[in-house]
């Protein structure tokens, strides 16, 4: 993480201003559960020992200003107006959550943000959740100190920001994971209902190894809410067999293979499909991480990778080649691609005893296949957001 008193001084040469908290929330990679979590089904990510700081200071006006250590960008806003901002080309994660802290009726007043980010950015591993769930503690902890955080709602309002004000269509995993993450766990949410249960997560002699594509991820917006679509065109068709479901995480595999004759669109059946067999495998992993079988876990994890490949199609070219590269190396349990797909990263259980042939390994194919150099992460379990005190 960050060191924080370097933090603290470049805050002191831009805001001129000693009197600071610190915050911190994680990214997360999601190990099981993709393009589930606006459907209602079931995630299981973790969150990552990498993730936003957040250097804060009170103002005696009434303007948020913001500033980050790989920017030199300095953007102030007045609290009275942020309607105005939801456009800038930074700045407007923070300030979404300051606007849906007020309308939920917390109070928002001056202050000086340096932020520190240490996610990997356009790598799908959740640099904006980070960003905005280190905002929202920051400001509740700031401005309300009586105020008893509510995790969820937290990340819900974190969640709103992203949808309402930035207007990017996201579900909830990944607010929720940064919030709520628990070090050496994994969170198994239901992402109807928002019950959770931590799993966890004892990966012994094993590390997760995120490898970055690093394609540039051009359609994964416009594909993801065309995904989407597809899904509620899905639901629409089941409910006239399955009046009861409200989303297709009401759906079990044996309601799907008794309904699925009233999805004539073969392109929707295979997104439907890839959806209630995903949320499948994810029931099925807590039982096997709870027995420890990273054996059985890994192949879940390929299962997930084959149907996002093959009935979502959401992985493409430089995905699929990190995938299949992944299993050729001996002592790798598992691997998938992780996020919205359409680039990002993958994520792999290895041994740690073959990490470094991994690399060299997975890196040169990647390389000669795809033309595009990797990057590779060993990255630890962590908790999620909270207040960082005298540098812990
Ligand atoms: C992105 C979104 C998440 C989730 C994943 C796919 O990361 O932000 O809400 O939908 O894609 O599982």
């Not at 929330?25 to 589930?36: A, I, K, Q």
């Not at 990997?120 to 960003?131: C, D, E, Q």
Request: aromatic share 8%.
């Amino acid at each position: 993480m960050t060191n924080i008193y370097e933090l603290k001084r470049k805050f002191l040469e831009i805001f001129r201003d000693e009197q600071v908290r610190f915050f911190y929330s994680p990214g997360r990679v999601n190990l099981l559960g993709e393009h589930t979590d606006y459907n209602g089904g079931y995630v299981l990510p973790v969150a990552l020992n990498v993730g936003t700081t957040v250097c804060i200071g009170k103002r005696e006006d009434n303007k948020i200003c913001l500033s980050a250590t790989d920017l030199s960008e300095l953007v102030c806003a007045d609290i009275e107006n942020l309607d105005a901002y939801r456009k800038i080309e930074w700045g407007n994660y923070q300030l979404g959550v300051a606007y849906e802290l007020l309308k939920a009726g917390y109070k928002v007043s001056g202050c000086n943000m340096l932020f520190d980010d240490t996610v990997p950015h356009g790598a799908g591993l959740s640099s904006s959740a980070a960003i905005e769930c280190a905002t929202g503690i920051a400001l509740i902890k700031v401005f309300n100190p009586d105020e008893e955080i509510n995790r969820v709602e937290l990340a819900l309002l974190a969640q709103r920001a992203e949808n309402q004000f930035v207007g990017v269509n996201c579900g909830i995993m990944d607010q929720f994971a940064s919030v709520m993450g628990k070090r050496d766990n994994a969170i198994f949410l239901n992402c109807k209902t928002l019950e959770y249960k931590y799993v966890p997560l004892n990966l012994g002699d094993y590390v997760l190894v995120i490898t970055n594509t690093n394609k540039k991820r051009s359609l994964a917006d416009s594909k993801y809410n065309e995904r989407r679509k597809e899904c509620e065109k899905g639901l629409e068709a089941l409910k006239k067999e399955l009046p009861g479901i409200t989303c297709l995480g009401d759906v079990t595999v044996e309601m799907f293979e008794s309904a699925k004759h009233v999805i004539k669109d073969s392109i929707i059946e295979k997104r439907v499909r890839h959806v209630i067999y995903e949320d499948d495998r994810v029931l099925k992993a807590i039982d096997v991480l709870n027995k420890n079988d990273l054996v059985e876990f890994g192949k879940l994890m390929i299962a997930s990778h084959e149907s996002l490949r093959d009935l979502y199609e959401v992985t493409g070219k430089e995905l699929d080649t990190l995938f299949e590269e992944a299993l050729k190396v001996e002592g790798v349990l598992g691997s998938r691609m992780t996020g919205a797909g359409f680039g990002g990263c993958t994520v792999s259980i290895v041994h740690k005893s073959v990490v470094e042939d991994f690399k060299v390994l997975v890196g040169k194919n990647y390389t000669e296949k795809t033309g595009l150099i990797p990057d590779f992460y060993v990255m630890e379990t962590d908790d999620g957001s909270r207040e960082i005190i005298d540098g812990f």
